[in-house]
């Protein structure tokens, strides 16, 4: 079995639980994932199976999709709710929506985040969070990320607890601590803030609709149909340029061959080479020529 499965990660798993489940039920070892989502986010997570692993860095350079909300009014040790509250400030009244707006705006485009302390970005070769869980502070790299859509979906005011809920929708590249963004957002307000939800509407070209639960995929398998769940490599890769090879090329490519760029008639810097339907390698060109950037299958 080689191709990608869609699957729905509920809240309360990690990605490695979805992994671990689906090497029982699909009855392979050969199984990854492109992009972990922590145990209280819910949705998109593509899961590679067979040869389809080797898409997985294709998989994770995709933009997401989220749905999430903030909480306004208090900050937590992780950024969400799984955290020990650290900071609180009464919100007296509501925040105007157009405020909120503007404050969005200041966010969107290339913009510059430190990870949080709770993230498994490594430093020093340890990963943050168990610098965290020590209860020791490091220096966090900075990265740029690319934040295309952050638009505010709906808005409520508690005035007995004081707090303020914006739920909203961010479109953003890939690498993009989601719970950062939404804090650095209440920051921007002038008050502390924490993520309170979080669903992956989309990853990997992927959306919502076409996912299977851990039980659907259970299902599915009893029934002998979730091969018709798997979606191919050719359609992970539909953005790229797609060459159907003539068998000569194709000899040449099982040998790792490389391809002249007028054989091919094109010109762009990465292709997915085709034979019978299926997609077999991306080579990305050199010079006047094609070499093997993946190999997905030879066979």
């Not at 145990?39 to 997570?45: A, F, K, Q």
Request: hydrophobic share 35%; aromatic share 8%; net charge neutral.
């Amino acid at each position: 079995m080689d191709g990608v499965l869609p699957l729905y990660k509920e809240r309360g798993m990690t990605s490695f639980d979805c992994i671990r489940r689906l090497r029982q039920l699909l009855h392979t070892k050969k199984i990854g994932h492109s992009g972990t989502l922590d145990p209280n986010v819910s949705g998109v997570l593509p899961i590679c199976v067979g040869n389809a692993t080797k898409l997985v860095p294709y998989l994770m350079a995709s933009g997401k999709v989220y749905a999430g909300e903030l909480l306004i009014g208090q900050a937590t040790t992780t950024e969400d709710l799984d955290g020990e509250v650290v900071d609180t400030k009464a919100v007296a009244a509501a925040i105007p929506e157009e405020q909120i707006q503007a404050a969005m705006a200041k966010l969107t485009g290339d913009i510059t985040q430190i990870p949080p302390m709770y993230s498994a970005v490594k430093v020093n070769g340890k990963r943050l969070y168990e610098y965290a869980r020590a209860g020791e502070t490091v220096e966090r790299p900075q990265r740029q990320v690319t934040i295309s859509k952050f638009k505010m979906t709906s808005s409520q005011y508690d005035p007995d607890k004081q707090v303020q809920r914006v739920r909203f929708e961010v479109h953003c590249s890939k690498g993009t601590y989601v719970r950062t963004l939404a804090v650095d957002l209440a920051k921007e307000l002038g008050y502390p803030g924490t993520m309170s939800s979080l669903t992956r509407l989309k990853s990997g070209g992927f959306e919502l609709d076409q996912t299977l639960s851990l039980a659907d995929v259970e299902e599915e398998v009893n029934n002998g149909t979730i091969t018709n769940y798997i979606f191919p490599a050719r359609f992970v890769l539909q953005d790229y340029p797609q060459v159907e090879l003539t068998a000569d090329q194709w000899k040449l490519v099982q040998n790792g061959g490389w391809l002249k760029a007028t054989a091919l008639n094109h010109d762009e810097k990465e292709i997915v080479l085709l034979y019978d339907g299926e997609a077999k390698a991306v080579y990305k060109k050199v010079g006047a020529n094609y070499k093997p950037a993946t190999m997905i299958s030879v066979k």
